[in-house]
């Protein structure tokens, strides 16, 4: 390892892994005389595989949930060797492990579980008591132990027999010593990494969501899959939508490209192709370019826009752009754009965990989708509204082609449902998807507009109507009592009344002929809260409230 590191075969956990395995044997066997060149070439390695494999954020380049935990267990035996044989390593380093940890911490589930995005191998670095590898909580156990960190008790759940190993009998008084405090945040957002962690609560029976705004990492793209715009949720302490994960690295070619293909996850697939077209087993041919548009959080809403070109190779080219709005802690609104020119399949697939019973409950030629997924006493609903005629089918255990099946760990393959939804049409085309967590089944229709550019739709949300629409061209757009222009409405009505209103990218919107705001560039969003004597304006671009105490006096919004 000294002489021969895989700074060319595998520049990624390889060579992280075999500085760690140096550096212990430096510090253990320090009476061999090769013990000093392995340290300081140890260090060096450590101190430069942090700063090129860990970003900024904290979060491993490989866009792999499973391999950031290989990179964290790493660095946790390194750095906490180092604190013992007092070996002085640079402070930002613990700052970074840290930040490692704190992405765990928040992209673990309520059953301490993480969602295998990118690859995973089935291994750890360091797990003694557990045979459970998809949890990392003896890694915030340790967390815990070394930052005095409350939320990484918490997410913890216990006191690790690896921490013990690790930090000595004086971890366990430490630990004791730390109070358990659920973490401040509800989400965290990954922008540079590209992962958006959103959460309804921090108790067993709350959702989880990860949304994967990102590309095929760095600095190799061995561990990445061709799953942007994808995304996994965990509700009512079960795995419900699902990333199916890897099953195996070589001599089985066929399962390997499945594995991480696009059909593999929980995004849309145009023309049977893939985002990024896989080469050798730990290679691509082609990366698809994934950026950020946008991303927002108000008190009880998340929005996030992302956007891939992957199928610009196609002969007529498709922009794929997926906007995530969640309406904490109740449900999920998915809009699909795909924009381009020429006639296309569209395929939106979602991956359910092995268990699930899926009934497509309605199959309408004009556009309409609802299923039910059930798994033991947890449940999800999704209602599909598309730009056209839409069919949908459940698909479990298919071989040819390859489709549903999903792998626990490595070297393990078994059937797992998905609900494959497709629609044939001209470009641009549109996807409106509501997911609502739980068993209670949900009331939701289509609405009709003044044009076929937008989709419209009512969900039952409680005592309240909640009416979502997203237009794909400028215009004014009406719709009840409301003319609006811009990308994406969500109204809250009460017995027909408007109460809230968020409006994202919008010019102008009025209610029941009175103008609600009005303005010649587009406003990164703005949100009212209506009452019957006045409206509570809250501008996206930081001007602040506005209370407007008469209804009819509206000179001052326009801007």
Known sequence: MHRFPSVHTSPNTHVIGEATALFIAGCLFREFPQAEAWLQFATATLISGMGRQVSNEGVYSEASTYYHCYAADFYLEALSLARWNRIALPEWMWKRLEQMLEF??????????????????????????????????????????????????????????????????????????????????????????????????????????????????????????????SFTLFSQGRD???????????????????????????????????????????????????????????????????????????????????????????????LDELCGTGTHQFEFLYHFAADTELVIVEDEPK???????????????????????????????????IQGWASGRYGERYPSPVLRNWMRGPAPASMMTFLIPGKAPVYSRRLNSNTRHALAAVLRNGEYDDVAVTSAQD??????????????????????????????????????????????????????????????????DHEGKVYVRDLRDIQFQRH
């Not at 670095?125 to 998809?134: H, K, N, Q, V």
Request: proline share 4%; with cysteine.
């Open 104 to 229: 765990v911490m928040h992209i673990s589930r309520p059953d301490g579980s993480i969602p295998l995005i990118g690859d995973d191998d089935g291994g750890r670095a360091l797990a003694l008591s557990s045979e459970d590898y998809r949890s990392f909580r003896d890694g915030l156990s340790s967390g815990a132990v070394l930052f005095g960190r409350a939320d990484f008790k918490y997410q913890a759940g216990s006191f690790s027999e690896e921490s013990l190993w690790l930090l000595a009998a004086g971890a366990w008084r430490i630990f004791s010593a730390v109070p358990a405090q659920a973490p401040a945040e509800l989400g965290r957002s990954y922008p540079d990494s590209g992962y958006f962690i959103q959460h309804s609560g921090w108790n067993s029976e709350d959702t989880h969501v990860v949304f994967d705004c990102g590309g095929l990492g760095r600095p190799t793209h061995a561990h990445a899959h061709a799953d942007a715009l």
């Open 367 to 401: 556009g309409g989708i609802d299923c039910r997924a059930r798994i033991g006493d947890a449940g999800l609903q999704l209602f599909m509204y598309g730009s056209e005629p839409i069919r949908a089918e459940a698909i479990c255990g298919q071989t040819k082609p």
């Open 475 to 540: 215009g004014d757009l009406h719709l009840i009592d409301c003319v609006m222009r811009g990308e994406f409405f969500w109204m809250r009505m009460e017995n027909g009344n408007l109460r809230r209103l968020l409006a994202v990218n919008a010019h102008s919107f009025s209610y029941a002929g009175e103008t609600v705001f009005e303005s010649e560039q587009p406003i990164v969003y703005i949100q009212a809260h209506f009452w019957d004597s006045g409206i509570v304006i809250e501008r996206g």
């Open 240 to 334: 419900i939508l699902i990333d199916p994960a890897t099953f195996v690295y070589n001599a089985a070619n066929e399962w390997r490209n499945y594995f991480r293909s696009t059909r593999a996850h929980n995004t849309v697939v145009v023309d049977g192709k893939n985002q990024s077209e896989p080469g050798a087993s730990f290679s691509w041919k082609r990366e698809a370019s994934v950026r950020l548009h946008n991303t927002f959080r108000l008190t009880d809403v998340e929005y996030v826009d992302g956007e891939h070109g992957g199928y610009r190779a196609l002969r007529n080219p498709i922009a794929h752009r997926r906007r995530l709005f969640y309406l904490r802690p109740h449900y999920w609104i998915v």
